[in-house]
């Protein structure tokens, strides 16, 4: 049996565009375009760099209210290593000892899923990308499944899974995340055999609880009871809706009776919803208007001892 250690406080962002400020001359995309200082959105180094900040600034205010930093640290919508490079060198995250595990994908948006772990705290055991396959056989064309095992110092081992499933456009959209789910019940039920019993997924799976869990039987999805008393952590048509979701295994489930995911309202990201009633994220643009927020979603944490 591991000895006893300190919980660890695990987090999950969708950053929503989160690009750097320079096109790509090797594989250009109409996204990479657009987020560029000539582009559409007039994305500029201060404006990056302002993003940097208010996501470095809204990790503070998760440790100020958890009494720690978190942990890990999963991110949906960045374009590269070089944005989570910038955030954590030009911000006062520098102070601290994250560092990271990505991957590019071949979402035709180039944008990629990310992890970021702290080093005192966590080792790599193993990391890999793992590819979405349609039910034919080829590769989709979508974000990887990001899988880092990482090692406490205790000897204790948990392995992270980070998704951000296929969207809902299109009017015949529901099979691409349908075997996205797929793909993460393999990847779970392979990780079972080799040993793993401590497992946590998490993500943007831009589907509902009761959607997605029909492809999970080998895990508990932690984001079903809050979406049932009406929580959610992105605002559509005026209504919460909880498509970011964490799921862990039995095991942690076991060890941790009555755990519970929490959606974080930060309260310098929210603004009054003018179009329907309540508050909403604060976005960084609006439609074309740069408006300077981070994300139409809510970061959601978790704590398993």
Same mark, same amino acid.
């Given at each position: 049996?591991?000895?006893?250690?300190?919980?660890?406080?695990?987090?999950?962002?969708?950053?929503?565009?989160?690009?750097?400020?320079?096109?790509?001359?090797?594989?250009?995309?109409?996204?990479?375009?657009?987020?560029?200082?000539?582009?559409?959105?007039?994305?500029?180094?201060?404006?990056?760099?302002?993003?940097?900040?208010?996501?470095?600034?809204?990790?503070?205010?998760?440790?100020?209210?958890?009494?720690?930093?978190?942990?890990?640290?999963?991110?949906?919508?960045?374009?590269?290593?070089?944005?989570?490079?910038?955030?954590? &060198?030009?911000?006062?995250?520098?102070?601290?000892?994250?560092?990271?595990?990505?991957?590019?994908?071949?979402?035709?948006?180039?944008?990629?899923?990310?992890?970021?772990?702290?080093?005192?705290?966590?080792?790599?055991?193993?990391?890999?990308?793992?590819?979405?396959?349609?039910?034919?056989?080829?590769?989709?064309?979508?974000?990887?499944?990001?899988?880092?095992?990482?090692?406490?110092?205790?000897?204790?081992?948990?392995?992270?899974?980070?998704?951000?499933?296929?969207?809902?456009?299109?009017?015949?959209?529901?099979?691409?995340?349908?075997?996205?789910?797929?793909?993460?019940?393999?990847?779970?039920?392979?990780?079972?055999?080799?040993?793993?019993?401590?497992?946590?997924?998490?993500?943007?799976?831009?589907?509902?609880?009761?959607?997605?869990?029909?492809?999970?039987?080998?895990?508990?999805?932690?984001?079903?009871?809050?979406?049932?008393?009406?929580?959610?952590?992105?605002?559509?048509?005026?209504?919460?809706?909880?498509?970011?979701?964490?799921?862990?295994?039995?095991?942690?489930?076991?060890?941790?009776?009555?755990?519970? &995911?929490?959606?974080?309202?930060?309260?310098?990201?929210?603004?009054?919803?003018?179009?329907?009633?309540?508050?909403?994220?604060?976005?960084?643009?609006?439609?074309?208007?740069?408006?300077?927020?981070?994300?139409?979603?809510?970061?959601?944490?978790?704590?398993?001892?």
């Amino acid at each position: 049996m591991p000895a006893k250690e300190d919980p660890i406080l695990i987090m999950f962002w969708n950053l929503e565009n989160f690009f750097d400020w320079k096109a790509d001359a090797v594989t250009p995309n109409d996204s990479d375009e657009e987020f560029s200082s000539y582009g559409k959105k007039r994305w500029t180094k201060r404006k990056f760099l302002s993003k940097c900040n208010l996501v470095a600034k809204s990790i503070l205010w998760i440790a100020d209210e958890r009494g720690r930093f978190p942990d890990v640290i999963g991110f949906a919508e960045v374009e590269n290593r070089f944005v989570l490079e910038k955030l954590l &060198m030009e911000t006062v995250l520098r102070r601290k000892d994250y560092a990271i595990v990505h991957y590019d994908s071949p979402d035709p948006r180039g944008i990629d899923v990310a992890l970021l772990y702290r080093k005192d705290r966590l080792k790599v055991l193993t990391s890999s990308p793992n590819k979405v396959y349609s039910r034919d056989g080829s590769p989709l064309l979508t974000r990887d499944i990001l899988l880092a095992g990482l090692l406490r110092a205790n000897g204790d081992s948990v392995a992270f899974l980070v998704n951000h499933h296929p969207s809902k456009y299109g009017a015949n959209s529901s099979w691409r995340r349908d075997v996205a789910m797929e793909r993460l019940s393999e990847i779970t039920d392979s990780l079972k055999v080799c040993g793993w019993k401590n497992i946590v997924a998490m993500g943007d799976f831009n589907d509902t609880p009761s959607s997605a869990e029909k492809y999970s039987s080998n895990m508990i999805n932690l984001a079903a009871p809050l979406a049932r008393k009406g929580l959610g952590t992105i605002k559509y048509s005026g209504k919460w809706e909880m498509i970011d979701m964490f799921f862990v295994s039995p095991g942690i489930n076991k060890r941790n009776p009555g755990v519970e &995911m929490k959606v974080e309202r930060i309260p310098f990201l929210m603004v009054r919803d003018n179009t329907h009633s309540g508050e909403k994220p604060l976005r960084t643009y609006s439609g074309p208007r740069y408006i300077g927020g981070v994300s139409d979603h809510c970061p959601v944490t978790l704590v398993i001892q």
